[in-house]
């Protein structure tokens, strides 16, 4: 069988559709895809580990990374900042792994446009009260962010149309191998 050529994915969708639950479960399944470890302004949750789930900064580390040209793409998201450096995606793509991006909707606008080629994949959800439901669930916000980003949820779900491909998570297994299967890896 012919190896995949490695891709550059952009994975984006509302915050609490899955998309860490899914992307944990397709590095789970093929370690030839790894996921690209952003830099943030947002508080570490409980359970987060700096270097593991976000390199974690102040507001001056991350104006210093803006300032030097370090990020790929970065994005301001219900009051933080968000982005990704280029170089250890530059690296793990040349060392012949497929890069995974979970990032939001203005971060996969910014990729569109300084990588064509790259694949831009949608998570939906199967319905608003689910989308709800889970963001709700996973309980790690306070209500009024709750609020915030789900009102930023709405504007993500009306665009879609932008990306080459949705998935829709109903179940998580379901999801992660659409993933694979577009990006042609076996599972
Ligand atoms: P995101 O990274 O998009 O913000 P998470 O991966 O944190 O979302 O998932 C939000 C919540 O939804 C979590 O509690 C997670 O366990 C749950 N979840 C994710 N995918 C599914 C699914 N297919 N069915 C039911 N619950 C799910
Ligand atoms: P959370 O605070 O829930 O971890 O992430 C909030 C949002 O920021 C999510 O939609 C997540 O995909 C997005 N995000 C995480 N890292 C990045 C990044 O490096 N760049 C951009 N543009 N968005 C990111």
Same mark, same amino acid.
């Given at each position: 069988? &012919? ?17 860490? !639950? ?7 399944? /093929?370690?030839r895809?790894?996921l690209s470890? &952003? !830099?943030?302004?947002? %508080? ?7 270097? #593991?789930?976000?390199?974690?900064v102040?507001? $001056?580390?991350?104006?210093?990374l ?9 994005? +301001?998201?219900?009051? @933080?900042?968000?982005?990704t450096? &280029? +170089?250890?995606? +530059?690296?793990?793509?040349? %060392?012949g792994? &497929? ?7 203005? =971060?996969?606008? !910014?990729? #569109? ?9 949608f998570?939906a959800?199967? @319905?608003?009260?689910?989308l ?14 709750? /609020? #915030?980003?789900?009102g930023? %949820? ?5 665009a ?8 829709? @998570?109903?179940s998580?297994?379901? $999801? %992660?191998? $659409?993933?694979?299967?577009?990006? =042609?890896?076996?599972?």
């Amino acid at each position: 069988m &012919s190896e995949p050529t490695p891709r550059l994915v952009v994975l984006s969708g509302p915050s609490g559709v899955g998309k860490s !639950t899914v992307v944990n479960c397709v590095c789970g399944l /093929e370690p030839r895809i790894w996921l690209s470890i &952003s !830099t943030t302004t947002r %508080a570490p949750r409980p359970g987060e580990l700096d270097g #593991r789930e976000y390199h974690f900064v102040s507001d $001056a580390q991350f104006d210093q990374l803006v300032s030097t040209g370090a990020f790929l793409e970065w994005a +301001e998201f219900a009051g @933080n900042r968000y982005g990704t450096t &280029s +170089e250890p995606v +530059e690296a793990h793509l040349a %060392a012949g792994y &497929s890069v995974l991006l979970e990032i939001e909707l203005q =971060g996969a606008r !910014t990729l #569109r446009l300084v990588d064509p080629d790259a694949l831009l994949v949608f998570l939906a959800p199967p @319905n608003w009260d689910e989308l709800v439901r889970r963001l709700i669930g996973r309980g790690t916000e306070a209500p009024e962010v709750v /609020e #915030r980003r789900l009102g930023v %949820a709405r504007v993500e779900l009306a665009a879609e149309a932008e990306f080459d491909v949705t998935i829709v @998570n109903s179940s998580v297994e379901a $999801a %992660a191998s $659409a993933l694979l299967d577009l990006l =042609g890896y076996p599972h």
